[in-house]
């Protein structure tokens, strides 16, 4: 979009980070830092963001690998308990 740059506005970058779009929001607030560099409202929210962006991949994967884990146990019990129904209506 070569007019992209006029819709770079702080409720914009709000939306963006509402919807997870953190590297979109940095972008924008970056943007409007440098056209108004003394807004330290805005330096603070690009912090917050620049933080979402470091910090929640590595906590969502260490909270995931646990889930899946027992999900696959579950998973193969299940199975098992399947087959060993079947079996049992076979005797």
């Given at each position: 979009?070569?007019?992209?740059?006029?819709?770079?506005?702080?409720?914009?970058?709000?939306?963006?980070?509402?919807?997870?779009?953190?590297?979109?929001?940095?972008?924008?607030?970056?943007?409007?830092?440098?056209t108004?560099p003394?807004?330290?409202?805005?330096?603070?929210?690009?912090?917050q963001?620049e933080?979402?962006?470091?910090?929640?991949?590595?906590?969502?994967?260490?909270?995931?690998?646990?889930?899946?884990?027992?999900?696959?146990?579950?998973?193969?019990?299940?199975?098992?308990?399947k087959?060993?129904?079947?079996?049992?209506?076979?005797?």
């Open positions: 979009m070569p007019n992209e740059v006029e819709f770079y506005t702080e409720t914009m970058a709000k939306i963006y980070v509402d919807q997870g779009y953190f590297e979109k929001a940095a972008e924008i607030y970056r943007h409007l830092l440098e108004e003394n807004r330290t409202e805005l330096s603070e929210a690009l912090a963001v933080g979402k962006i470091a910090s929640p991949r590595d906590k969502h994967l260490k909270d995931t690998v646990p889930l899946l884990a027992e999900w696959i146990d579950l998973l193969l019990t299940y199975r098992n308990i087959k060993l129904k079947q079996l049992k209506e076979k005797i």
